[in-house]
Nanobody, 127 residues
């Protein structure tokens, strides 16, 4: 069982930055897949960014590429999502996800890859 707890959401104006954090209950071994997802009313859950721990390769959604950065501090068991140049379309509940024993053939931005999820943190961006 892996427990995930997100924090760092909030209400900001367009153009602002936020950093989301996700603390895991377990040490993040190299065979983990890790992801950030977001969901807003009327829309499907979207894979924002994902990392395959085996080689550190990252994958970002087109809507956030160049603005969001995924990072990991294994010693602190914490995932981060640095979000810059936020716009109203980024308004959503953001979730972190983890999947141990994850192969490099898995789609790190597909929600079906993941068994463990956090409770979500709300991000609201006003124009």
């Amino acid at each position: 069982q892996v427990n995930l707890v997100e924090a760092g959401g909030g209400s900001v104006q367009a153009g602002s930055s936020l950093t989301l954090r996700c603390v895991t209950s377990e040490y993040i071994a190299s065979r983990y897949c890790l992801g950030w997802f977001r969901e807003s009313p009327g829309k499907e859950r979207e894979g924002v960014a994902g990392v395959y721990g085996g080689d550190g390769s990252q994958n970002y959604g087109d809507s956030v590429k160049g603005r969001f950065t995924f990072s990991l501090d294994s010693a602190k068991r914490t995932l981060y999502l640095q979000m810059n140049s936020l716009n109203p379309e980024d308004t959503a509940t953001y979730y972190c996800a983890a999947q141990p024993f994850c192969g490099n053939n898995m789609d790190v931005r597909n929600a079906r890859t993941y068994k463990y999820w956090g409770q979500g943190t709300q991000v609201s961006v006003s124009s």
